[in-house]
């Protein structure tokens, strides 16, 4: 018998990836606006 500490809610974790796929988009769009500026900074 499994200890019930150790089972983790399938929903908890979607939620979990959910929020790491956001906080990827996130930084990609900080990103990408950072390089934006370079290239502006460089005309």
Known sequence: ???I???I???TL???VDALEM???N???VV???ILQVLQ???
């Open 1 to 3: 018998m499994p200890d």
């Open 5 to 7: 500490n150790n089972e």
């Open 9 to 11: 809610d399938i929903n």
């Open 14 to 16: 979607e939620i979990n």
């Open 23 to 25: 906080n990827m988009n």
């Open 27 to 29: 930084s990609e769009d």
């Open 32 to 34: 990408n606006q950072y």
């Open 41 to 43: 900074i460089q005309e």
